[in-house]
């Protein structure tokens, strides 16, 4: 069978590794793709917002399987317009990808279906908002309604924070639109922890858990970003907060999304925080983290398009889903200066080092096929993933295999995992 999959980043190529796998797939294609991922599919020149060329390749194409690896089209409503042309799709329609795409809707959702969350509310007036927080407890958070890549979470620590956050979000409009509503909820302190999860709409499977770290530098400290790194398994996710997680959670969620005539089908990425009083969802996701996929996928034992095609039939109560019995760390090698301004086009070496090796992977984030070799194209280049029998070996595994890559400007955490030693 033929597959396409859409998206460009480490996650994509993590997808495309784990297609590539499969003994139905005699074909990958990837719009836009990068240069790690054209050694596993071809790559096709058609952005992940143009649905009507994307739909026209897969019909022209007679592509079995799309395979939908980024929020935005998701959001958008990719998935409604190759339903249309009777296209086989992988990944929520519209009305439910809202899930991700409105914070606004993901809450009000969670608060009628009693499932636990921070407390908060929604605001459209900046005044009122304002209004709000003067009596609040600080520190308080607020997010931009709409997508903002992951970075349109304050966390502030006193109200003058807070009251520049409104102006920020809501009227300077850093985040565009995605700020002309507000969610201003409560500060939450624990453990996080991402959970993907395959849905068919009616059922839901949760994969082994990971997690992220999503600051820019060592310690937690610097700017948010995209994602530096991850692990998997979380050793603080026992299994009495999987079971909690999946009896108040990830079936509630399920259920409440049927109920609205939204059933999601595709990858919920459930995003929780391990509080005092119990888990909590920071945040919902309609796909694969990013750098999550990149451990999580390498050691799944399924074969992913069983998996999709069951999601898609709803038959996914069926698919037994299994995970090795190992763990897994993925460091990103990012563009010293990310997430702000870097430089791009460095020459990247030591690819090579990867072949053969088993259970090592150079995942391409941020990369471009040139003249001169593969160069850097983005502030997170590469995700350098590495098993190992342990989540320390794993680690040591990761952090080693970083060694074998060079470019000018390569930068990275040199703590991702550390929160391991401390279970
Ligand atoms: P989100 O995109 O909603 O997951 O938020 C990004 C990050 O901000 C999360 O991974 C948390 O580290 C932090 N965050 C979000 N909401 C809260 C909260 N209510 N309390 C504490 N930290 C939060
Ligand atoms: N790594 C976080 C995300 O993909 O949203």
Known sequence: ??????????????????????????????????????????????????????????????????????????V?????????????????????????GSKAFSKDLMKKYHIPTASYENFTDPEKAIAYLESA????????????????VLICQNLEEAKEGVKTLMLDK??????????????????????????????IKPMTSAQDH??????????????????????FYTKEIEKFCEEKIYQPTMDAMKKEGRDFVGILFVGLMLTEDGPKVLEYNARFGDPEAQVVLVRMKNDIVDVMNACIDGTLDEVDLQFEDNAAVC?????????????????????????????????????????????TNGGRVLGVTAKGKTLQQARANAYEATEWIQFDNKYMRHDIGKAIDEA
């Open 76 to 100: 958008g409503g990719i998935v409604d317009e190759f339903e249309k042309r009777g296209l086989r799709v992988f990944g929520p329609r519209k009305n439910a990808a809202i899930i991700e």
């Open 214 to 235: 999503k600051r820019a530098k060592d310690g937690d400290q610097g700017l948010n970003t995209g994602g530096m790194g991850t692990f998997s398994p979380s050793p």
């Open 1 to 74: 069978m033929k597959v396409l999959i859409v998206g460009s980043g480490g996650r994509e190529h993590a997808i495309a590794v784990s297609v590539a796998k499969s003994s139905q797939v005699d074909k990958i294609y990837c719009a836009p793709g990068n240069a790690g991922i054209g050694f596993v599919a071809e790559c096709v020149d058609i952005g992940p917002m143009e649905f009507e060329k994307l739909a026209d390749f897969a019909q022209e194409k007679e592509i079995d399987l799309t395979i939908i690896g980024m929020d935005d089209p998701l």
């Open 174 to 203: 850093q985040f565009g639109d995605a700020g002309n509503e507000i969610v201003i909820e409560e500060f939450m302190t624990g453990r996080e922890v991402s959970v993907l999860c395959y849905c068919d709409g009616t059922h």
């Open 331 to 375: 460091v990103v090698l990012a563009s010293d200066g990310y997430p702000e301004h870097y430089e791009k086009g460095k020459v990247i070496t030591g690819f090579e080092n990867f072949e053969n090796k088993e259970g090592y992977y150079v995942f391409h984030a941020g990369t471009k096929k040139t003249e001169s070799g593969i160069v």
């Open 137 to 152: 407890r600080m520190p308080i958070v607020l997010k931009a309604d709409g997508l903002a890549l992951g970075k349109g």
